[in-house]
Each structure stands twice: as C-alpha cells, then as structure tokens.
C-alpha cells in the first residue's frame, strides 16, 4: 500500500501535541513556588536583604521534605494490598503449579534498600551542598543571574548522559532562544558590575551559577531513579529530607562550636508569635510544591519543571506593577513572557512548529510514522497470505490459487490522525 501526505488546507505552521490532566500540576506548582517566596519575604529569619539563618533555612527546607512520610505510608499499605491481590490470583490459577513463582518475584524484584539509600545519599549530598551555598551567598532578585539558560542546557547534558535522551532541532532552537534571552536579561539590567573591587563580590554569582548546575543534576537523577531504579517519588523525597536533615543538624552543630553562620540566640529571640506560624507555612508551603515536583518528574521529564518557574516568574510580575520600572524592564518584562513560555512548550512538544523539519522528530509524529509502517508492514502480510499455492497429487497435479488483492488507493495523512 502506498503512503502519502496530501497537501491541503488542515496543514497549519503550528499545531499542538498532547495534553494530559496532569499537565495541572504545573500551574498549581508554579502557584506554590510563588506562595513560597511571598512567605519568605515576610519573614524576618528568611527574608529581608539577606539569610542570616542558612543552616536553619536548609534545616527547614529538609522538615518540608519529610513530610512527605504521609504520602510514603499510603503508598506503602496500597501496594502491599496491590501485590497480596496479584499473588493471590496467580495462586488461584489452574496453571499456577507451573509457575516458578520465586523466579518471577526475582525478575520483578526492585534493588535492594542498602542500594537505594546510597543512591539516594549521593543525590542529598549534592542538594544539601546547593541549598546550603545558596542561602549563605544570598542574592537579592534585583542581581540574581538569571537561570533559565543555565538550567535547561545543563539539564539538556546530564539529561543526555544519564537518560540517553537525544536532542532534535526544536530543543537546540529553544535552547538558542533561551540563551539569547538570558544575555538580553544580564545586559539590559546591567547585573555584572564591571569594576568589582573585591574578588567576595563575584563568589556570589559564581555560587548561583554551580548551585543552578548542581539542582540540575539532580532533577535528572530522580529521573534516573524513578525509571531505572524503579524508586518511588515520595520513597526518594522521604529519605533525601532525612538525609539532609542529619546533615544541617552536624553542620549547626559544628557552626555553632566555630561562631560561625547561624546565630541561635538571635534566631531564638526572632523566633516568636507571628514568626512561628510563618515558618510553618513555609515549611507547609515547600513540602507541597516539592512534592508537585517529583510528581511532575515522574509523570513526564525533568524539563517539565521549567514550566512551573516560569508561571511563577509571571505571577510575580503581577505583584512588581505597582513598582517603578523603567521603559527598558518593561519591554523586557512582557517580551520574555512572551517568547519563554513559547519556546518550553515547543521544546516539551506540546506546541509543534511544521517548518523547517522542526517537528519531523516529535514524539507525536515518530509515533504517526511507526503506526503508519505497521499499517504497510500489516498490508504486505495479507498480500503474502492471499498468494497461496495448494498442491495436490505431488508435482502432476499442481493448482496455483491466486487471490491477490491489489490496490493503490491513498490514504491521506490527516485521516489517520483522526482515527
């Protein structure tokens, strides 16, 4: 059977790929990141124009983490109901005398726990380290570099690496763009002073920038672990908060025989009446929005999380319009509203660009063409079955039945889509 695409008026430059319920997710998680900031710039421990309180302020961040024990039991008693169900059933079965059913636990069997907590030790390693650096080099949204580009290309590599994941035209040209807006960003706000006069005022950005690389590697990693390793995304979340946990208590306690950091009896004397319901709804706050993470990392990639941040950077230009901003942020501000968004949904697939083979490699339409070869591949099977030779009486005797159907009727691309 021939193939083809008819040209006709239904071809459109952009088109939209598939959208689930879950894509929710997203909007509420960008909600929840923005809700957290506006918590912390009301705090007098976290906020203000600076974090006096790192290692609190990671200690705080690693609680929210666990929290996620809620989720982690639940999931627990389901599963175990889930698997007594299954073995039941293959008990119950006429054929289950031949079923080895100790071979078949061993090839579904997930990676032992001493295995998983050291996975999930390296990863709390690397998070600890970046929340940490990142709290005590603070720096104020007005010089903070932004990460968009730094995030995504460095997420494309390790994504590359880790995940075996390719990239095609549409990501290179959203990582182009990206990064094109990231220059714009540091050139218009002017966020490098040329004439640094200490060597310490250039450690905070290059802290952001290793910190941002750090985050990276590790959205990628509860990829790995969730896909490969078969981890759950509260199982992962639970043990990395009690990790790190361990670790911002040593690190206090170490801090606080040197004098250095976290000062307790300021925290302690600022930890009182309204501040105490403030925390705690930080820590409420971080705990929902890091679970809308990992639920968004296991349900699509990592870069999906990009998303969230930047309905969060929208939401907070909302709450900039009563400020003065000059004609240039302005221009910016709405530009990079624009184009951004865009480009992540074209880069996540969910916009198609049908030009310049920018879509010719979406999962969409790899998926169209493998339906369309199995349709030709399932077409030339029949034509093969329908040329039957029968014998009878050995080689004297010999009917040759044909029953070839030929046929070069075309099927348009678009009717296949529909059905």
């Known amino acids: 059977m021939a193939l083809k695409c008819q040209k006709c008026k239904k071809c459109k430059i952009i ?42 302020y990671t ?4 609680i929210g983490l666990c929290l996620s024990f809620v989720f982690l039991i639940i999931y627990k008693v389901y599963n175990k109901r889930k698997n007594k169900k299954i073995t039941s059933l293959l008990i119950e079965n006429k054929d289950a005398n031949n079923l080895d059913i100790n071979n078949l636990y061993q090839k579904t069997k ?17 998070d600890f380290v970046g929340y940490l ?4 080099y603070f720096l104020e949204n007005e010089n903070y570099v932004d990460t968009l580009q730094t995030n995504i290309i460095f997420m494309a590599i390790f994504a590359y690496f880790i995940l075996k994941m390719k990239l095609y035209r549409h990501h290179i040209l959203c990582i182009i763009i990206v990064l094109l807006r990231g220059l714009a960003y540091t050139l218009i706000f002017n966020i490098f002073d040329p004439n ?28 790995y672990y969730m896909l490969i390793k078969f981890m759950h ?49 930080w820590i409420l706050v971080s705990f929902s929005y890091h679970a809308i993470l990992f639920k968004v990392i296991d349900s699509y990639t990592p870069f999906y999380i990009h998303m969230s941040i930047i309905i969060s950077e929208f939401l907070s230009l909302f ?48 998926e169209l063409r493998a339906h369309l070869d199995s349709i030709a591949n399932e077409e030339n099977d029949i034509n093969k079955e329908n040329d039957e030779e029968i014998s009878i009486g050995g080689d004297e005797y010999s009917i040759v039945l044909q029953k070839r159907k030929k046929t070069d009727k075309i099927i348009p691309l678009e009717s296949v889509e529909e059905n």
């Open 59 to 62: 200690m705080a961040y690693s």
């Open 110 to 126: 997930m990676i032992s726990w001493i295995e998983k907590l050291l996975w999930i030790l390296l990863v709390s390693i690397i």
């Open 196 to 223: 640094f006069k200490q060597e310490e005022e250039l450690i905070p950005y290059v802290v952001s920038f290793v910190t941002e690389i750090g985050f990276s590697l590790t959205y990628v990693m509860y990829k």
């Open 319 to 366: 709450m900039k319009i009563g400020e003065e901003l000059s004609t240039g942020k302005i221009l910016f501000y709405v530009f990079s509203f624009i184009i951004c968004p865009f480009m992540i949904l074209v880069f996540l697939e969910i916009i198609e660009l049908n030009f310049c083979g920018l879509s010719y490699m979406t999962k969409k339409n790899i």
């Open 233 to 281: 995304p509260f199982e992962i979340m639970f043990f990395e908060g009690v990790f790190e946990l361990i670790f911002s208590i040593i690190t206090l306690v170490i801090a606080r025989s040197m004098n250095k950091l976290d000062n307790i009896e300021d925290f302690i004397s600022k930890f009182k009446g309204i501040e105490i319901l403030i925390i705690i709804s």
């Open 15 to 56: 088109t939209f790929g598939k959208v689930d319920k879950k894509f929710i997710l997203l909007v509420i998680g960008g909600i929840m990141y923005s809700l957290l900031l506006v918590i912390e710039d009301h705090s007098s421990i976290f906020g203000g124009d600076g974090n006096d309180f790192p290692i609190i």
């Open 133 to 136: 650096f990142s709290a005590i």
